[in-house]
């Protein structure tokens, strides 16, 4: 058991010793700046830490760890923000630990496909600096995630299908442990198996197991050439068989991206683009010669057609192809634009691929059902779906939970999980025992292993009510 029922406040002999860690320059306790680190990007109430500290080395974090775990304060890791479960909310107070100051490369390994980081970095700016290597970070999350944020949460995205998560493209890290200790998992070998995979113990674990201080990604050509391709659909229904089929016909899609009726109405509007108000899939093809893109386009053209795909477009046109995936990208942003007047819970769910049309056509009748407006995008091709709730009050909030927890259970029903890329965070913690189990036992033995005094992150992932430990009072900012 996590032996501790408080945690200590943070005094000024605290931001003292915060300070001749990092220095004065790189701790504060500004109202601004707390506020500005209380909420992620979701739906889930602010909650400021009571110092924010800027570390700007690995030994920084090191230290800060160990006096902390010495203390016992709460130690919550930060990289930008736009997590949707309140993983990085600092629910217990204590020290939000910022890595918007830690966003060095430290070293790009171009004959190795490689490019070793600090924690910080934003994955775009990353990629802009490394394209002069011809040489990217496949793992794409809408927003300009960090490193850190986005191997602690083990994000994807568009282009997922093809590449694969953070998981899949992360080789070595260098982690501080809450006792101080700095340790590395994994190696700069794209094949490894010496011991237990540290490596992957740490990705997806949400900064409450160790935080992470460095990282080495494997890094992918920049394809040579591009194709996008959109089809439209009378009914969800053919749209999402057709992803099945693409998906069954060895054709190897970038991406491939499910968006409902509304949605696309929506896009059209917002970005000027000639688009049918009909379920509609993007996709996205990479070769490295004309005639494969050519005939791949070709075999996508005729699978759509036979599942009665009522208009395709296909280009090869870069600037036509970034404009569709622009409103894409932003699809999330141009729904929140066109509710002012809302707040939104987003849903994230994935299954196998052959339970995927099983599980949108159940949304789509509880949201008939329900007559509620619920918008349904996905990353269609790795069995995911985010279904978006706006609301304005507590009972549209309860609703759209209270239907969340419909399709989250139909998910792990279906053989898939309660979430396929948001993580756990604190909005999926009720779940994570009916998805895992038994299972869930092991990961408390983990944490407590690692983190005996429950410092790192609390309240995520795992419930600390179990502990003793209650979330502090709520504020919104
Ligand atoms: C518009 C929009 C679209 C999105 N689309 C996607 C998508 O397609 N796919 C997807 O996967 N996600 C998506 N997200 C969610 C979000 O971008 C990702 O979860 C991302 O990984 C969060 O990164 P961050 O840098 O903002 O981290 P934060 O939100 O700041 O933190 C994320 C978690 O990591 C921990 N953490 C941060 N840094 C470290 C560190 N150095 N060591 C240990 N732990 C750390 C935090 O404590 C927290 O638990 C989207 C979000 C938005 C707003």
């Not at 406040?9 to 701790?27: D, K, R």
């Not at 600037?319 to 509710?339: C, F």
């Not at 609301?391 to 989250?408: P, S």
Request: aromatic share 6%.
């Amino acid at each position: 058991m996590i032996n501790t029922n408080t945690f200590t406040p943070v005094t000024s002999e605290i931001i003292a010793q915060l300070e001749s860690i990092v220095g004065a320059a790189n701790v504060s306790t500004a109202r601004a700046d707390l506020d500005l680190h209380a909420k992620d990007q979701g739906h889930h109430p602010a909650r400021p830490g009571e110092v924010v500290v800027w570390p700007t080395e690995a030994q920084h974090v090191a230290d800060i760890l160990k006096m902390a775990n010495e203390q016992r304060i709460p130690v919550t890791p930060w990289g930008v923000g736009t997590s949707l479960e309140g993983n990085p909310v600092p629910i217990f107070g204590g020290i939000l630990l910022s890595f918007e100051r830690m966003t060095d490369i430290i070293k790009v390994h171009a004959d190795d496909f490689q490019v070793t980081v600090q924690p910080g970095i934003p994955y775009k700016d990353m990629n802009e600096q490394l394209k002069r290597y011809g040489l990217f970070f496949a793992p794409d999350p809408g927003a300009n995630a960090t490193i850190g944020g986005m191997l602690a949460n083990n994000a994807s995205g568009i282009r997922t299908v093809k590449y694969g998560a953070c998981k899949d493209n992360v080789l070595r890290m260098q982690v501080a442990l809450a006792d101080g200790r700095l340790i590395h998992v994994g190696s700069r070998s794209i094949k490894q198996s010496a011991g237990y995979d540290l490596l992957h113990l740490f990705v997806g674990s949400e900064g409450t197991l160790g935080v992470i201080t460095e990282a080495t990604l494997r890094l992918m050509p920049i394809p040579a050439l591009m194709s996008a391709v959109l089809a439209h659909f009378e009914t969800v229904e053919a749209a999402v068989e057709t992803v099945v089929a693409v998906r069954g016909s060895g054709l190897d899609p970038a991406a491939l991206e499910f968006i409902d009726a509304n949605h696309t109405i929506m896009l059209t509007e917002a970005n000027n683009l000639d688009l049918l108000p009909k379920p509609t899939l993007f996709m996205e093809f990479h070769a490295a010669h004309e005639g494969a893109l050519e005939m791949g386009l070709e075999m996508v053209r005729e699978i759509c057609e036979e599942f009665g795909a009522i208009k395709i477009r296909t280009t090869t046109d870069p600037a036509e192809r970034k404009q569709l995936w622009y409103a894409r990208h932003h699809s999330y942003e141009t729904v929140i634009r066109k509710h002012p007047n809302h707040k939104f819970f987003l849903n994230d769910v994935a299954v196998p691929i052959s339970a995927y049309p099983e599980l949108i056509s159940f949304i789509e009748q509880r949201r008939i059902e329900e007559n509620i407006t619920a918008y349904m995008l996905g990353h269609a091709g790795d069995g995911n779906i985010h279904v978006e709730f706006p609301y304005t009050d507590e009972a549209g909030l309860e609703k759209a939970k209270a239907i969340n927890g419909e399709i989250v259970l139909k998910a792990i029903e279906l053989g898939g999980t309660s979430t396929g890329e948001h993580g756990i965070g604190m909005g999926k913690i009720e779940y994570l025992l009916q998805e895992h189990g038994q299972a869930v036992d092991v990961m408390r033995a983990l944490k407590q292993t690692l983190d005996p005094n429950g410092i790192l992150n609390p309240g995520k992932v795992l419930s600390m009510a179990e502990h003793g430990l209650h979330e502090l009072s709520m504020t919104t900012t």
